[in-house]
């Protein structure tokens, strides 16, 4: 099976950018990921390719995936035949918002420190 290209425009620290993160290290594709929130020129780019403001956005081989949750992404991978069926799991919820404590470590902008 043919890797897809794979550009995700995520958050630093977020619930629905973790997600998409998850998705893609369960099915090993390797993605370029750009951080709307280190780099303010790649929240332009996002917005001028997807039409909208909400994150994350993933484009899988010139196909833009606006405002799209880890579970939506399995599931277009999936259907597209663009990753198989795998054992892996995720620790992570794939569809899920950023928790408060997240929301508060974005705000002060200092990265949340996961116990593990």
Not at 5 to 26: E, F, M, N, Y
Not at 81 to 97: E, I, Q, R, S
């Amino acid at each position: 099976m043919t890797k897809p290209t794979i550009t995700a425009w995520l958050k630093t620290q977020c619930g629905w950018s973790g997600g998409i993160r998850a998705v893609l290290a369960k099915h090993d594709l390797p993605y370029e990921e750009k951080d709307i929130i280190k780099n303010p020129a790649f929240r332009w780019e996002m917005e001028q390719k997807s039409g909208q403001s909400l994150s994350p956005c993933v484009e899988v081989n010139g196909k833009m995936l606006p405002d799209i949750s880890g579970e939506e992404l399995e599931a277009y991978l999936l259907r597209e035949g663009l990753a198989g069926a795998t054992d892996k799991t995720t620790d992570v919820p794939l569809n899920a918002a950023c928790s408060d404590a997240e929301h508060e470590a974005m705000a002060r902008g200092t990265p949340l420190k996961l116990q593990s």
